[in-house]
T-cell receptor, first 109, second 114 residues
Framework: GIQVEQSPPDLILQEGANSTLRCNFSDSVNNLQWFHQNPWGQLINLFYIPSGTKQNGRLSATTVATERYSLLYISSSQTTDSGVYFCAVCETSGSRLTFGEGTQLTVNP | GAGVSQTPSNKVTEKGKYVELRCDPISGHTALYWYRQSLGQGPEFLIYFQGTGAADDSGLPNDRFFAVRPEGSVSTLKIQRTERGDSAVYLC????????????FGPGTRLTVL
């Protein structure tokens, strides 16, 4: 099956800093989603982005499907951005999401 | 509108018991998915339904796990003879269709097997 690798595994920032999270995947995909899992465990949709670039406020994402990677940018980070960020993909032959191991982000005041 | 809901939010049971976990998808969503998340890991796929039928159940770990969606809306995940290793958060998601669509997740059911 498809492999998904996220980096870095852990990231500690001061409030106001910018960061880039990376997701590499091993095969062609028809779906790529970025999620934020909050401290209560809820998976919150950030982006549906199998290709191209999207922006939503302080967050933006870019997926380069031909090179099999996606980047999530967080600008002017806030303490409420803390949590685990997951990248998840669907292979072109299926509908199931395969998740990476996540990036644990801690934003300190 | 209402998101995906799951009940119960927490379930504690004893080893060997039977449990049922319920998922109410977003209204009108035809695809429904079950995932399981162990501590410190990303969610792992269990099964997905397109309408009433299980389109892919390859993620179910063994025959103690079974899921149904009899009317194409609500789904129940059933676990027989629970084991301590079944302890995890069980997540349900739904999407409008099964093709190239955003999956929306519920809050999960935390299952603890003592």
């Amino acid at each position: 099956g498809i492999q998904v690798e996220q980096s870095p595994p852990d990231l500690i920032l001061q409030e106001g800093a910018n960061s880039t999270l990376r997701c590499n995947f091993s095969d062609s995909v028809n779906n790529l989603q970025w999620f934020h899992q909050n401290p209560w465990g809820q998976l919150i949709n950030l982006f549906y982005i199998p290709s191209g670039t999207k922006q939503n406020g302080r967050l933006s994402a870019t997926t380069v499907a031909t090179e099999r990677y996606s980047l999530l940018y967080i600008s002017s980070s806030q303490t409420t951005d803390s949590g685990v960020y997951f990248c998840a993909v669907c292979e072109t032959s299926g509908s199931r999401l395969t998740f990476g191991e996540g990036t644990q982000l801690t934003v300190n005041p | 509108g209402a998101g995906v809901s799951q009940t119960p939010s927490n379930k504690v049971t004893e080893k060997g018991k039977y449990v049922e976990l319920r998922c109410d998808p977003i209204s009108g969503h035809t695809a429904l998915y079950w995932y399981r998340q162990s501590l410190g890991q990303g969610p792992e796929f269990l099964i997905y339904f397109q309408g009433t039928g299980a389109a892919d159940d390859s993620g179910l770990p063994n025959d103690r796990f079974f899921a149904v969606r009899p009317e194409g809306s609500v789904s129940t995940l059933k676990i027989q003879r629970t084991e301590r290793g079944d302890s995890a958060v069980y997540l349900c998601a739904s999407s409008l269709t099964a093709d190239y669509d955003t999956q929306y997740f519920g809050p999960g059911t935390r299952l603890t097997v003592l």
